[in-house]
């Protein structure tokens, strides 16, 4: 069964940066919409941005001109570059691709934003 490999999270300053990736184990096809959600602790799982198969995207507010998502059509991986990282941000991520009749989640990564 295909999974989602996640890497880049870690520890970090605020106003620091950090890039996700997620990248499936095995071949995929007819992706729909790739996206980033987060989770807290002790908060529900939220969703952060997403973008679809003709590269429109879209962001959750508390992100919206810090995080940028992309995505490469040819490694079907898609990425969440995180700028201007604040306390807040500190959460799994875990990247979710929507494809059609499937949906794959990530195992989730670690971000820590603190001095």
């Known amino acids: 069964q295909v999974q989602l490999v996640e890497s880049g999270g870690g520890l970090v300053q605020p106003g620091g940066s950090l890039r996700l990736s997620c990248t499936p184990s095995?071949?995929?096809?007819?992706?729909?919409?790739m996206g980033w959600y987060r989770q807290a602790p002790g908060q529900q799982r939220e969703w952060v941005a997403s973008?679809?198969?003709?590269?429109?995207?879209n962001y959750a507010d508390t992100v919206k001109g810090r995080f940028t998502i992309s995505r490469d059509n040819a490694k079907n991986t898609v990425y969440l570059q995180m700028n201007s990282l604040k306390p807040e941000d500190t959460a799994v991520y875990y990247c979710?691709?929507?494809?059609?009749?499937?949906?794959?989640w990530g195992q989730g990564t670690q971000v820590t934003v603190s001095t």
């Open positions: 095995g071949s995929i096809f007819n992706i729909n919409v």
């Open positions: 973008i679809t198969n003709g590269g429109s995207t």
């Open positions: 979710n691709i929507n494809g059609i009749g499937y949906a794959l």
